[in-house]
T-cell receptor, first 113, second 113 residues
Framework: DTEVTQTPKHLVMGMTNKKSLKCEQHMGHRAMYWYKQKAKKPPELMFVYSYEKLSINESVPSRFSPECPNSSLLNLHLHALQPEDSALYLC????????????FGPGTRLTVT | GESVGLHLPTLSVQEGDNSIINCAYSNSASDYFIWYKQESGKGPQFIIDIRSNMDKRQGQRVTVLLNKTVKHLSLQIAATQPGDSAVYFCAENFMDSSYKLIFGSGTRLLVRP
């Protein structure tokens, strides 16, 4: 199984809503990532987890809150988002942090109204 | 600053021809490079990688060349097919403590029938 799955595929939320994005991998990878991708732009790193501990936070606003419940799951909790947060949110995993290809999920298309 | 960039935002090729997508990087300490393909509505898909101790690596119909002297990376696609139409990103792994994967700005490949 070389797949990273993400749910939901699409999400529309208001600025006062609370929602969560979910990511799952069963490849035994110990590093997991959240990226944000705007249209016609490359993915931008948001968070990195290594062995279920937050390793990197790229100065992401606190309205985005990551969580890694176990080695296979990664969540991104969303609260009080802004319309400019609308984007494709990608999850990825890799065997370890260093020098390994990252496997990406299909993403969640988020629209904030 | 340090960046990963691409010379051409869009490349149009005839079906059956070879394609070459270029990428420049400025961090001489980077030691791992990846090419990703991203089709519309999908997450980035790993194509091929190369480490800095190599100059060339070949896969199925793809070849990556690394020129460390001029900090240049290229992806060659042989006998380009309509299914190769996508946006291609190069990415580099920094050797600093964060071990981030930094993406270039992307090149769109259009294959003409």
């Amino acid at each position: 199984d070389t797949e990273v799955t993400q749910t939901p595929k699409h999400l529309v939320m208001g600025m006062t809503n609370k929602k969560s994005l979910k990511c799952e991998q069963h490849m035994g990878h110990r590093a997991m990532y959240w990226y944000k991708q705007k249209a016609k732009k490359p993915p931008e790193l948001m968070f990195v987890y290594s062995y279920e501990k937050l390793s990197i936070n790229e100065s992401v606003p606190s309205r985005f809150s990551p969580e890694c419940p176990n080695s296979s799951l990664l969540n991104l909790h969303l609260h009080a988002l802004q319309p400019e947060d609308s984007a494709l949110y990608l999850c990825a995993s890799s065997p370890a942090l260093r020098g390994n290809e990252q496997y990406f999920g299909p993403g969640t298309r988020l629209t904030v109204t | 600053g340090e960046s990963v960039g691409l010379h051409l935002p869009t490349l149009s090729v005839q079906e059956g021809d070879n394609s070459i997508i270029n990428c420049a990087y400025s961090n001489s300490a980077s030691d791992y490079f990846i090419w990703y393909k991203q089709e519309s509505g999908k997450g980035p898909q790993f194509i091929i990688d190369i480490r800095s101790n190599m100059d060339k690596r070949q896969g199925q119909r793809v070849t990556v060349l690394l020129n460390k002297t001029v900090k240049h990376l290229s992806l060659q696609i042989a006998a380009t097919q309509p299914g190769d139409s996508a946006v291609y990103f190069c990415a580099e792994n920094f050797m600093d403590s964060s071990y981030k994967l930094i993406f270039g700005s992307g090149t769109r490949l259009l294959v003409r029938p």
